[in-house]
């Protein structure tokens, strides 16, 4: 498992940020400006299954005095050797990230919902609306923020969480 | 999202605009699909969710690990068992624990009879959307000896929370292995019955050959996985691909189609009906007498007559109550192979009594997703074979 993350490095100096490996899972940090970089290597190496796409929400985080508050995390699956990887984007509330439905279609509907639940844009999305919730929905149900009783969604009272970031969208 | 509303541009062409679900019988649990038609022939179809949406995600950051348990029995509600052992695995994975013989050895057992009787389901009612309504009443006496057996190790039919971090609710009753027992020949025999009704039936195979056909490499790229990857030839499973639970001690095979359509879908999961039976007949007969749960009281709690006689029990009973277990800080991913293909859970731990997060990966949202690519150009009764053959189950698509 780790030769590919080694292979990674050999072949894309510097771009993997950061890696740990807890309990056999092997992850890798990658910042989003070099991560369709990656995702391209990881398609040829024989990642080609993308099993989940999903995010954490950490609110207070900062990396290097910036705050950063999402880890848009993915796991692929190698389907001849059935090795697993996690890969992590961190990514600053407001930011986007790319897109992979043009590689991957199962990014279509995870990214979707990703956007539904942690209001994290990702750029090159052909459609990207909410995917569970409905479209005047206020909020984002899975950031910290957001109340475990949701609030009133039908008025919006009580709800601490950004309105969709400030878009009606 | 589109307006359902017909806009100018479709009130002037041909096309028109049919709602099937939410509550459509054959919309498997509150599915809705918009479908754009011309004539009957489907252009386009929309699916919306969200309708069986109650923030499993959410609420399983405010509670503890061990109350999440009956969480997961309403995600796929066919084969709730499977869910509890899937979820169980990923916490252990956590935990970094082994389980006892026993618990993994019953744990694989239940979890095959819940394949079976998911199974059922599926071709049962695919099979009864399409007009054959035999079949299913076939299977259907078959399943409710399944969820007898249920019963009978965990007190509950469907919503059965079996399973505990670290082992077992309880030992499977007497009872239960010679019930087992009639269920493997009785469960063959409708299986071969099923096969008899459907399988060589001309109306059955036109109906079903060739619709929603797909290639091993869009399948791959959508992210499919379980009976309906398997339909499109490749062999993925995880019990033999990624082993837990011993599942490389027990001699079964992958049952694997060609096309990836409606048909192949179909015969995967006949067989797999029958790899499990063999996996069960394999079960009863190593089955051993042992603990059902591990003896770390830091995990799992105490038998009771230790925690009324016994100071220590009783402290051990009360901190894992009122604190939860001790739990290591860092992140798992535990995937294992449920009736509709990989459930997935994302664990991640701060460290403290409740997950920081924790994310369901739905085997039937991929396989959904692609419901639009995969019913374009065909008719309306072709979308309701595919969706059948999908086997999406809304409470695992939704969550």
Known sequence: MDMVIEH???????????????????????????????????????????????????????????????????????????????????????????????????????EREVFDLFGIRFEGHPNLERLLTWED??????????????????????????????ERN | MESIALSRQQLDGDRMIVNMGPSHPTTHGTLHIVLELEGETIVKAS??????????????????????????????????????????????????????????????????????????VCVGVNAVDI????????????????????????????????????????????????????????????????????????????RTKGVGAITAEEAINWGYTGPCLRAAGVPQDLRKAQPYLGYETYDFDVPVGTTGDVFDRYLVRVEEMRQSLRIIRQVLDRLEPGPIIVDDYKVALPPKEKVYTRMESLIHHFKLIMHGMEMPVGEVYSATEAANGELGFYL??????????????????????????QVKGCLIADAVAVLGAMNVIAGELDR
């Open chain 1, 8 to 110: 990674i490095d050999a072949q894309l100096p510097g771009v993997v940020v950061d890696r740990h490996a807890f309990r056999g899972d092997q992850t890798i940090v990658v910042a989003k400006e070099r991560f369709l970089e990656v995702v391209d290597l990881l398609h040829r190496e024989g990642f080609q299954l993308l099993v989940d796409l999903t995010a954490v929400d950490w609110p207070e985080r900062e990396l290097d005095g910036k705050p950063v508050r999402f880890d848009v995390v993915y796991h692929w699956l190698n389907l001849a050797s059935q090795e697993r990887l996690r890969v992590k984007v961190p990514v600053a509330d407001g930011e986007a990230v790319p897109s992979l439905v043009s590689r991957f279609k199962t990014a279509d509907w995870f």
């Open chain 1, 137 to 166: 929905f206020p909020g984002h149900a899975l950031r910290k923020d957001f109340p475990l009783d949701g609030g009133d969604p039908f008025c919006m009272e009580g709800c601490t969480a950004p309105y969709n970031n400030g």
């Open chain 2, 47 to 120: 699916p919306r969710m969200g309708y069986l949406h109650r923030g499993v995600e959410k609420l399983g950051e405010n509670l503890s690990y061990q109350q999440f348990i009956p969480l997961t029995d309403r995600l796929n509600y066919c084969s709730s068992i499977m869910n509890n052992v899937g979820y169980a695995c990923a916490v252990e994975k956590l935990l970094g624990i082994e389980i006892p013989r026993r618990a993994q050895q019953i744990r694989v057992l239940v979890s095959e009879i819940a394949r079976i009787a998911d199974h059922i």
């Open chain 2, 131 to 206: 007009g054959a309504f035999t079949a299913f009443l076939y299977l259907f006496k078959q399943r409710e000896t399944a969820y007898d057996l249920f019963e009978m190790a965990a007190g509950q039919r469907l919503h059965t929370s079996f399973t505990r971090i670290g082992g077992l609710f309880r030992d499977i009753p007497e009872a239960f292995v010679p019930l087992a027992e009639r269920f493997l020949v009785e469960c063959e025999a409708a299986v071969d019955e099923c096969e008899r009704l459907l399988t060589h039936n001309p109306i059955w195979y036109n």
């Open chain 2, 348 to 373: 991640v731990s701060d460290g403290g009594k409740n997950p920081y997060r924790i994310r369901v990966r739905p085997p039937c949202l991929p396989i959904y997703s692609s419901f639009d690519t």
